[in-house]
């Protein structure tokens, strides 16, 4: 069992659409959950990190993690087709590396 | 923001060649540098972990002779890919993390498209 599992995708919704991104993870020792952007041929960028278990919204972003399932969200709202692009979670327990989904491809359709 | 600044963006080589690919934190000293390979449809795989003044540490099945790493100050680190074949091509993604800390304190390169033909 990998540490981290996201589903690939690809996942296509009309505009407006509320969109859910999940993983699961089997280290229970990780303690930061974080959500990552990657546009087409470049670096991730950070949209969400949570610690422990909780909710967090930014704007129409929201990220979910239940500890005791093992299990995250991000959840996007009124999605938008600058939305497009793989969506990443990303793990850790203190200052050891990140430990990354394979990503969710999304098309936001307008 | 933290800001890491990755060159080349790009580079096609020759199998055989060595390609250097540098990070730089532009306004932060990065005590530790994360590089990261990503492969088409791939999530990111941690290659190495590198503090600067010391040596790299380099995870499971990454070969250290061919993947140089160095970290010589506080503000770059580079990747060196020696003798490149081209199952190297792939993406190479450096990840500098903040001397602060704290949950969000990883910041990423823009990634260096490497193909080697």
């Known amino acids: 069992q990998k540490e981290v599992e996201q589903d690939p995708g690809p996942l296509s919704v009309p505009e407006g659409a509320i969109v859910s991104l999940n993983c699961t993870y089997s280290n229970s020792a990780f303690q930061y959950f974080m959500w990552y952007r990657q546009y087409s041929r470049k670096g991730p960028e950070l949209l969400m990190y949570?610690?422990?278990?909780g909710n967090k919204e930014d704007g129409r972003f929201t990220a979910q993690v239940d500890k005791s399932s093992k299990y995250i969200s991000l959840f996007i709202r009124d999605s938008q087709p600058s939305d497009s692009a793989t969506y990443l979670c990303?793990?850790?327990?203190?200052?050891?590396?990140?430990?990354f989904g394979k990503g969710t491809r999304l098309s936001v359709i307008a | 923001g933290a800001v890491v600044s990755q060159h080349p963006s790009r580079v096609i080589c020759k199998s055989g060649t060595s390609v250097k690919i540098e990070c730089r934190s532009l306004?932060?000293?990065?005590?530790?540098m994360f590089w990261y390979r990503q492969f088409p449809k791939q999530s990111l795989m941690l290659m190495a972990t590198?503090?600067?003044?010391?040596?790299?540490?380099?995870e499971q099945g990454v070969e250290k002779d061919k993947f140089l790493i160095n970290h010589a100050s506080l503000t770059l680190s580079t990747l060196t890919v020696t003798s490149a074949h081209p199952e190297d091509s792939s993406f190479y993604i450096c990840?500098?993390?903040?001397?602060?800390?704290?949950?969000?304190?990883?910041?990423f390169g823009s990634g260096t498209r490497l193909t080697v033909v």
């Open positions: 590198s503090n600067e003044g010391s040596k790299a540490t380099y």
């Open positions: 306004d932060f000293q990065a005590t530790t």
């Open positions: 990303a793990m850790r327990s203190g200052n050891t590396p990140l430990v």
């Open positions: 949570t610690y422990s278990s």
């Open positions: 990840s500098a993390r903040l001397q602060t800390g704290g949950a969000g304190g990883y910041t």
